[in-house]
């Protein structure tokens, strides 16, 4: 293995795989598998970029830290070269947040020095200028980001919120320098007085030169765009083989399980449900025990073939009513519970596709599902939208999952992901 990446959430290692697969033309990039939790055996030898699937970024800080460090041993232990700590593209996280403890714990560990922290991702609007975060060029307190239930993002600054969780001095590499290509870039960082630095980019091709000066990096934290110029290192030194594992498509029955809040999932569900049928489900009802894993086995049951979807998704000031009424944590905890347990008994049943939007959502559900079949290891196939592959889980019978973040993907991204899941391509 040759790269490894820890990612603080399921979706995100999607993202980062799908970046790391694809690589850039003409080197191509690298034979990558994504893993559900820490394996427990050692990995195929063939795969050449590992990332693990943590559930990290809103968990206890010290939990954080030490699965995070688990995770690293593990990949070194496949003797990985290079180490990159993903986090979201929106910089998810509190003031008392894990990005800066977990960064801290990695680089002593690895003793690695210059550290760089960059969540820019141009494809799906996320850019990185003057350290400060934008998202679709407005800035991150103000994209919608602020009102998330869980990591609400107040201050665009990612310098300054970097600040508040590091014990490390926090700097910044302007976009003037990165426009000046790879060697300015690496000369900015030796003269850094910081051991943390922010990295400004605004276009991919600010990427691929941040990729080229960061080619001896033992470690590097950001969003899935920071690894985009790093799989033709390895090419470039005849490290790598190239290409991944191919994908020719699984067809059978299908599902789509929503438990994002975000606007661009609810838009998403709302584009299906015009010509699909769905179902909202009734959150007090979970909670009470009305709502149960067998209700949602009958709204499926009752609509095969049709693409039927279910969803927790709700507005912001939904959201924050319920989590009121019954505790932030508690409702996480059984909505998890319901989608993966929803996931187990579809994949037992029969069902091959299975489309799933949002974080936490997608992390209980790949657990769920990995574990049915008794696979650690995902294999990444096409891109359906920017950042979101076709993953295939199992050998015998593989299950093909798409694991949506919440802000991910075209309106018709649900449909979208069936058609290409049954395609191949």
């Not at 489900?281 to 609509?303: A, K, Y």
Request: with cysteine; net charge negative; charged share 20%.
């Amino acid at each position: 293995m040759l790269i490894g990446v820890i990612a603080d959430d399921f979706t995100g290692a999607s993202d980062i795989a799908n970046t790391l697969a694809k690589g850039v033309e003409p080197e191509g990039g690298l034979r990558t598998a994504q893993f559900p939790g820490i394996p427990t055996t050692s990995a195929d030898k063939e795969i050449e970029a590992g990332v693990i699937s943590l559930k990290s970024r809103t968990a206890p800080v010290e939990e954080a830290v030490a699965d995070s460090l688990r995770a690293l041993r593990w990949l070194a232990d496949q003797g990985c070269q290079q180490f990159i700590f993903k986090y979201c593209s929106t910089f998810d996280s509190t003031k008392e947040g894990n990005i800066g403890p977990v960064a801290e714990a990695l680089a002593n560990e690895l003793c690695a020095q210059k550290v760089v922290f960059c969540p820019a991702f141009p494809t799906t609007g996320r850019t990185v200028y003057n350290g400060h975060l934008f998202v679709l060029g407005k800035l991150l307190n103000e994209s919608g980001m602020e009102n998330h239930p869980l990591t609400p993002m107040t201050d665009a600054n990612i310098r300054r919120w970097l600040q508040h969780q590091a014990k490390e001095a926090v700097g910044f590499v302007p976009v003037g320098t990165v426009k000046q290509g790879p060697e300015a870039i690496a000369d900015a960082l030796q003269n850094a007085n910081e051991s943390f630095v922010i990295g400004d980019a605004i276009s991919d091709e600010d990427l691929l030169a941040w990729g080229e000066a960061l080619k001896d990096a033992k470690l590097i934290t950001g969003g899935s765009g920071i690894a985009l110029g790093l799989p033709r290192n390895f090419v470039r030194k005849a490290s790598s083989k190239r290409g991944g594992s191919a994908f020719t498509g699984i067809a059978g029955p299908a599902a789509i399980l929503a438990g994002s809040c975000s606007g661009a999932t609810r838009g998403q569900i709302d584009v299906h449900a015009e010509s699909h049928p769905t179902f909202a489900i009734n959150v007090p009802g979970v909670m009470s025990g009305d709502v149960t894993t067998q209700t949602l086995l009958d709204f499926f049951e009752t609509h095969p073939d049709q693409a039927p979807l279910a969803y927790s998704s709700g507005s912001p000031d939904d959201v924050r009513a319920i989590q009121s009424q019954f505790g932030q944590e508690a409702v996480a905890e059984k909505l998890d519970d319901l989608f993966a347990d929803t996931a187990r008994q579809l994949a037992e049943t029969g069902y091959r596709r299975l489309v799933v939007a949002g974080g936490e959502t997608s992390g209980a559900v790949a657990k769920a599902i990995s574990e049915a079949l008794g696979s650690q290891a995902m294999s990444i196939g096409p891109e359906i939208d920017p950042g979101v592959p076709v993953l295939s889980v199992g050998k015998s019978e593989p299950i093909a999952l798409a694991l949506k973040s919440g802000n991910f993907g075209a309106p018709d991204f649900f449909s979208k992901a069936l058609r290409m899941m049954e395609a191949g391509k």
